[in-house]
């Protein structure tokens, strides 16, 4: 199984971006039933969920990106999302998708590259 992230870049406080994360090497079906995550990883910084999504679609997101940051999935792709608005520098961070739900201890598969956003003020 791979996860490929893509779509950061640098950006200025208050833009916006839009990162994809696409899995392959897994069938349709269990892609469907894993809930999805959206982490991120500061210099320095341990790694943190920001975003999930379950397999039944509930969203939900941590207290500092909630109302500026939406997840979602296309189940056919196999493919999640994450919709950044109102960025800001303290946002800076490689953002990487995997399993994932708050407060649930899940098997993680295995962490893709990222994709680095950077949001200067």
């Known amino acids: 199984v791979q996860l490929q992230a893509s779509g950061g870049g640098l950006v200025q406080a208050g833009g916006s971006l839009r990162l994809s994360c696409k899995a392959s090497?897994?069938?349709?079906?269990?892609?469907?039933?894993?809930?999805m995550g959206w982490y991120r990883q500061a210099p320095g910084k341990q790694r943190e969920l920001v975003a999930s999504?379950?397999?039944?679609?509930?969203?939900n997101s941590a207290d500092s990106v909630k109302g500026r940051f939406a997840i979602s999935r296309d189940n056919a792709k196999r493919t999640v999302y994450l919709q950044m608005n109102d960025l800001k520098p303290e946002d800076t961070a490689v953002y990487y998708c995997?399993?994932?739900?708050?407060?649930?201890?899940?098997?993680?598969?295995?962490w893709g590259q990222g994709t680095q956003v950077t949001v200067s003020s």
């Open positions: 995997n399993r994932g739900s708050f407060g649930t201890d899940v098997s993680l598969l295995n």
């Open positions: 090497g897994m069938i349709l079906s269990t892609f469907w039933s894993y809930d």
């Open positions: 999504e379950s397999s039944g679609g509930r969203t």
